[in-house]
């Protein structure tokens, strides 16, 4: 039973152009939302988070968007640059520093 | 902050053998988790420990068990080795304070089992 899902693989955009990566969860009880970033031979890095009393939350170039009726959120990079290719995680929890239940991830690949 | 340190990098067992997979968490977090990464997919949860005590466990067998120690150091151990639990080890630590926390990932540790 996969609870968070990604359903696109990879994502190719261009330089400067918006990227946009989507998460689909299934359990209504989830109240927090990460996405990490991941390169190969590191561990995921932290991007941003929203708690699920929101809707939105920036932070620079980086949006994630809340959409808690249709259980789905997203990630939007804007303005993309070639040093965000890598692979993209969302995760979920039930409580705040709980366990996290990932996605399968989306390789994002920004060409110049 | 001095981040979070796994050790080995890499290593290869043999199938029934036995490993212990070493994690040095960030100073002052008081919580670790271990993720299993298979090829191709995202972490899955493995165990939690809270002040030195089980605090959570996934969906995985009793061979895969842990231990946290005082100084924010952990282990996790698998016995009996199987071909499938080749993967990316991944440790997390995070730091609950009020409504506050995050995770800090380690670089992973490379199990091959042949």
């Known amino acids: 039973d996969q609870q968070v899902k990604q359903n696109s693989p990879s994502l190719s955009v261009q330089e400067g152009r918006i990227s946009i990566l989507n998460c689909d969860y299934t359990?209504?009880?989830?109240?927090?939302f990460l996405w990490y970033k991941k390169y190969p031979a590191e561990g995921p890095t932290f991007l941003i988070s929203?708690?699920?009393?929101?809707d939105k939350n920036e932070d620079g170039r980086f949006t994630v968007f809340l959409n808690k009726s249709a259980k789905h959120l997203s990630l939007h990079i804007v303005p993309s640059q070639p040093g965000d290719s890598a692979v993209y995680f969302c995760?979920?929890?039930?409580?705040?520093?709980?366990?996290?239940?990932f996605g399968q991830g989306t390789e994002l690949s920004v060409k110049p | 902050e001095t981040g979070v340190t796994q050790s080995p990098t890499h290593l290869i067992k043999t199938r029934g053998q036995q490993v212990t997979l070493r994690c040095s968490s960030q100073?002052?977090?008081?919580?670790v988790s271990w993720y299993q990464q298979a090829l191709g997919q995202g972490p899955q949860f493995i165990f939690q420990?809270?002040?030195?005590?089980?605090?959570g466990r996934g969906n995985f067998p009793p061979r895969f068990s842990g231990l946290q120690f005082p100084n924010y150091s952990s282990e996790l151990n698998v016995n009996a080795l199987e071909l499938d639990d080749s993967a990316l080890y991944l440790c997390?630590?995070?730091?609950?304070?009020?409504?506050?926390?995050?995770?800090?990932f380690g670089s992973g540790t490379r199990l091959t089992v042949v």
């Open positions: 359990n209504s009880m989830f109240d927090y």
């Open positions: 420990y809270y002040r030195e005590e089980e605090n």
């Open positions: 929203i708690s699920s009393i929101k």
């Open positions: 100073s002052g977090h008081n919580t």
């Open positions: 997390a630590s995070s730091y609950r304070r009020d409504n506050n926390y995050g995770y800090t």
């Open positions: 995760a979920a929890s039930v409580t705040r520093g709980g366990k996290l239940i």
